[in-house]
């Protein structure tokens, strides 16, 4: 800033009286008798205010910096000249060089640097270190003779294929530039001498901003140009002796079809001038396509979902890790959460689901048997994986359960934050995401007799409860599906009938006469699921669907208890037997709900 | 852009720069910018239009700023440029662009600081003598570029005999040791770094729409036309004319003293009065001065979507706010609509403002045809590269929400391909986009390779120019 002294000093204006210097300097004393804080922004110690903090914060350090490096008198420049050696001509330029200390001193000043120019003998530096981007490109070449004997063409003069190559030697290969620059005149001789020929008429051209169009395209000129260096690498490097690089070269070369490139250009050309309506019309497909291939998706993903959970988990975990790995309640808890989240996405998949997924549901059923096998095989191995998982990241030390339970130690996944009560936690745990499905759940609790409220929620309880509404959100999400099927299979029955009573097309075919019946069958089993205990409902289900198998083939019969592992190998096999496997494995699953049912209540 | 430490040399191939202390040589239709490749900025920007006298002592010619500005008798202000984008007067343009060198690059080694035209111009007459005394002693040096090496940029679709002619005057007059020309596209591709794209210079007396692949122009397909700056100068003017009551144009050396009135109310100035007073051409060129400040501080183009005149487009711009102008004189107004007026000619031929003098300009020389145009001669492989790299250059494309409209009309015309506009923000690189790129390029090490020296103009004379700057 400047002051009213400076101001005063560039207008030439005398200087204010000394008194009144000295008063601006008295009022300035007077006005800061703080102390400065040393150290601290002059920012930072205006916001202290008045009254400097009573602790001094900051550490008081003295910055010094770095000496200048005293390296002797200034280096001298010199305007160097030099020569580059990627030209012919020896044209002298000069660009600025520190002054070699070898070099004989010359004298100072600015005449020196004059005089280096105009007697440009000193010593001028040879400048190679721009070489290496001097490139110039390979060029097929050919001799008279040759031209003669392989190279002719009833299209193509000699000197016009000498231009050809110049040009492309000019414009490395760039065939658009090529294109654009080619511009042969018959009768000179090549495009050097074309100005001293017809100097006027060359001129004219270039003058023209708009060239005339020119008969030869892109492809003729290409064609030629492949073709003459196809046939030069033939008579050069014979056909067998070519290595596999310069084979492939060969082969581009020779096959080029400039008819082929054409259209493709052409093609290329119209699909880039598409209106806008066109390209919006275009954008539409693709998302409906998108749209349809993620329904499509979404609804493979599902039924797959179901047919996961329909299986019957325990089952394959003890086959792949054993009972043992259940035991602690770790791994249970674990098995829990998975299972847990499992339904949950499930939920989310069905609430996104739309009408049509869910009519489709029959055709997909019948098809998509085979892959949902493969489906929860893998399914098995995540569970395993999660599980190992699981006890991979346990603590290193471990309590034995006993020691857990007596010193009330409990481990968890992930904790929340701030304290629940225990009874909450059970509240929580009968909503469900939509209304309906609560009070399903409440009326299932009713049934089996489990209390409004549960007098000691200790999180035993709660994890026994837990497990119990998931087993009864199963249960319901059986009995929706149970329903499902129902209807589906009133509906195909209806048809059925009505082919049959229609004409003889109905008696036609056993073989797809089973699939509704077979179907018919398993929600009857189904229905009773959730009310009847664990035995008669096998009972149940074996009976039925003897009946259902005895229409179709009896193969499935035997094997009804059995694990899945033979059906997976069966199913593929035929797919006449497909509807009564799908049956079969359905009552297997629905076998294992009903265990599963059981051994709650023995729990209980 | 001087980052370097300037005590040491840089690290060999950090940039693959080596400068020969070349100097750059831009000219356009409204101003020359000159300076030593390496810099960021030409440090010499002249106004092409220069100043004549026919008085009986003599004719006398008058360059720079400073000089061209200052109201004289019978002065009058011409341009060497012809109508169509190519140099006409040449004895002339090779004094402006010589004064453009040596007023500010090379001139002022003479030393006398009043006469190296750094510090005349504040008294009225003496800017003439000054003028005079400077090209003297230029004269009586031997020659202005002994020193330096000369990169020149050309319109893309110079003519043979005008390239000559180039190479004639810095060789013969100007004793460059060596030479190049280079087309203003290609530079101001490499001003935004890019080595193929297609250019849109919107200067004064012409637009051009020029290919570029691998830093060569598609001759094919470049493209102009008169609708730029010089084109909206004239539409704003029609409109002024036209609108009622007619807005007056005042330059500023017509006004003495003014007051303030209120918008709309005719203006309260005292004016000068002249003798002998400066001629048509004069006026003409001050009056241009008012316009290009109207033009930046007015003018609107239309953002689209759509052109200004379709559906309810216009409404919408009526009832965006308007923008303020006062005249030298003190006239003022809001404009409105208008001011989307003015420029909307550059992309619909119907919009554009009429009368005898300014014919209804084709459609064929509107931007978007300009550019499909060019597209259309380009190999049907190279126009989705050439696509991507659209770079927006010349001084008239600073005309507010220019960009947009250009991207818009792009989009619409070639909505399958992947269009991306370069329009540098910075004022400056916009304006002198072809310079920045003439002086990366001859700073460049292997650049030197590309020179024509003297020695080759002598062995091959003017018409190496041909074979050598493709
Ligand atoms: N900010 C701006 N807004 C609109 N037009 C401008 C602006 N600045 C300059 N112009 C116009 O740009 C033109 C000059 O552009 P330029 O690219 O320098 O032209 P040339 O290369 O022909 O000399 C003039 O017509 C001037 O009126
Ligand atoms: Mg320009």
Known sequence: ?????????????????DGQKSAVQKRAKAAAPVRRIQGVAREVAALYGERPPPVAVYEEKKAYRAKRQNQGPAKKWVQQPFVNEARGDGLVLKHWRRKPTTAPPVQDGEDTLMKDGESAEPHVEKSTDFLKYSIQVDLPTFTDEEYDAYLRSDDWSREETDYLFEVVKDYSYRWAVIWDRYDYQPGSRSHLTQETDNADAGRAMAALPFAPTKQRTVEDLKARFYHISAKLMKLRIPEM?????????????????????????????????RSMDEVKEEEFLLAELQRINMAANRLDAEREELRARLEHPSANQQVSAGLASFTSSQALQALFSQLFAQDRSKKRASGGGTGPSRISLNTNDLIQTPSSANAQLSAAARRQSMATNQSAQTPMRTLSPQQEHRYNVSTHDRLTSGVTFGSDKLLKMRQAKSNVQTQKIAAALAELGVSEVIPLPTSKVADVFEQLIGKVGKLLDVRKVREKEEGESRVLAQMKERRGSSGALGGESGGTSVEPQGKHEIPDSAEQTPGLDGEGDEDNDNDEDGDGDGDGDAEGEEDDEDAEGEEDSRVPSETVSRAASTAHKRSASVLSQGSVQSSKRARK | MNTLNSSSAPAAGEYAGDEVAAIVLDPGYSSIRAGFAGEDVPKSVCPSFYGHIDSDSGSQYLYGE??????????????????????????????????????????????????????????????GDAMEVDMETIENQEKPLEESPLLMTEPGWNPTKAREKAIEIAMEEWGTPAFYLQKTGVLAAFASGKAS???????????????????????????????????????????????????????????????????????????????????????HYQEERVLTEYKESVVEIWPGPGRLSNGTNEEIAKNTPGRPFEMPDGWNQVFGVDRFRAAEGLFDANAALTDDANPRPKDEHTLPRLVQAAVQQVDADQRPLLLQNIVVTGGSTLLYKLGDRLNYEINALYPSTRNKLIAPGPVVERKYAAWIGGSILASLGSFHQLWISRKEYEEHGANIVEKRCR
């Open chain 1, 241 to 273: 002796q070519m290595d596999a690089e310069q084979y492939t070269l060969y082969e581009t070369l020779s096959k080029f079809n400039p008819e082929l490139e054409g259209n493709r250009k052409l093609l290329a050309a119209a699909l880039m001038n």
């Open chain 2, 197 to 283: 794209g297609i250019i849109i210079d919107v200067g004064a007396s012409h637009t051009s729409v020029t290919p570029v692949l691998d830093g060569m122009v598609l001759k094919k397909g470049v493209q102009k036309s008169p609708l730029a700056g010089n084109f909206v100068s004239n539409q704003i003017r029609l409109g002024f004319k036209q609108s009622q009551p007619e807005i007056p144009l005042t330059p500023h050396y017509l006004v003495k003293s003014k007051t303030p009135v209120d918008a709309g109310m005719p203006a309260q100035a005292v004016y000068k009065t002249f003798d002998i007073p400066p001629t048509d051409s004069f006026r």
């Open chain 1, 1 to 17: 800033m400047a002051s009213g002294r400076d101001v005063r000093d560039m207008l030439g204006l005398p200087m204010g009286g």
């Open chain 2, 66 to 127: 400073n000089a061209i500005h200052t109201p004289a008798s019978n002065l009058q202000i011409k341009n060497y440029w012809g109508s169509d984008g190519i140099v006409e007067d040449w004895d002339t343009a090779a004094k402006v662009w010589e004064y453009a060198i040596t007023s500010r690059l090379t001139g002022a080694r003479a030393g006398d600081p009043a006469k190296n035209g750094l510090n005349d111009g504040t008294k009225e007459n003496g800017n």
